[in-house]
């Protein structure tokens, strides 16, 4: 069975450019997480998809951050513009469903200069 | 909302010896607790996970222990190996739909 792809794995921008990742869940994971991993802290949540709708975003700062979920596989994380603090690692998980534990892509190492 | 502590943040352990990270726990609504292990360049693995009708889960190496008066939870690993170090994290849920949180993690070191 193959991961959970993300690309791409590392991006180096400079503050207010915008910058787009990718995420291929596993297949026929209905659920789809987007998680922000600042250096040396653990995984915050983004934005959860249930196949192509928006099950939870109220972490996700609204006015720089859009995702969205076309035909409920594929998924794309947009900032714009960047900021400095948006330095982080962004990783993509998928699940079967909600209440089970989730399979986490290699992650997008995002800097922001 | 909910929040997760994690003790040790760091810890060394001899090969063979065992390694028992503690995870706290503030709603006393959660009801689901996966540990992950993230190494080095790589995204979180799900390790093992227990849910609150259980109070002890174990697979090979890997145990659980989950006590909800108390509202914490711990990993034990035994026989550590070196390629057991890595970073740790716990993490807790309320429902299906509620957001999973982390704990700050665990820098786990197995000395050879």
């Known amino acids: 069975e193959a991961g959970v792809a993300q690309s791409p794995r590392y991006k180096i921008i400079e503050k207010r450019q915008s910058v787009a990742f990718w995420c291929n869940p596993i297949?026929?994971?209905?659920?789809l997480y987007w998680y922000q991993q600042i250096l040396g802290q653990g995984p915050k949540l983004l934005i959860q998809?249930?196949?192509?709708?928006?099950?939870?975003d109220s972490q996700l700062p609204k006015d720089r951050f859009s995702a969205e979920r076309l035909k409920g596989v594929d998924s794309t994380l947009k900032i714009q513009p960047a900021k400095l603090e948006d330095s982080a690692v962004y990783l993509c998980?998928?699940?079967?469903?909600?209440?089970?534990?989730?399979?986490f892509g290699a992650g997008s190492r995002l800097t922001v200069l | 909302g909910e929040n997760v502590e994690q003790h040790p943040s760091t810890l060394s352990v001899q090969e063979g010896d065992s390694a028992v990270i503690k995870c706290t726990y503030s709603?006393?609504?959660?009801?689901?607790f996966p540990w992950y292990k993230q190494e080095l360049g790589k995204g979180p693995q799900l390790i093992i996970d227990?849910?609150?009708?259980?109070g002890e889960k174990k697979d090979q190496r890997i145990a659980v222990t989950l006590n909800k008066t108390a509202k914490h939870f711990s990993l034990h690993i035994t026989e550590t190996q070196p390629e057991d170090s890595a970073v740790y994290f716990c993490?807790?849920?309320?429902?299906?739909?509620?957001?999973?949180?982390f704990g700050p993690g665990t820098s786990l070191s197995v000395i050879p």
């Open positions: 998980a998928s699940s079967p469903s909600a209440d089970r534990g989730s399979a």
């Open positions: 297949s026929g994971h209905a659920t």
């Open positions: 998809f249930q196949n192509n709708g928006v099950v939870d």
């Open positions: 709603d006393s609504a959660s009801n689901y």
């Open positions: 227990i849910r609150s009708n259980v």
């Open positions: 993490a807790a849920r309320r429902t299906s739909y509620d957001k999973v949180i």
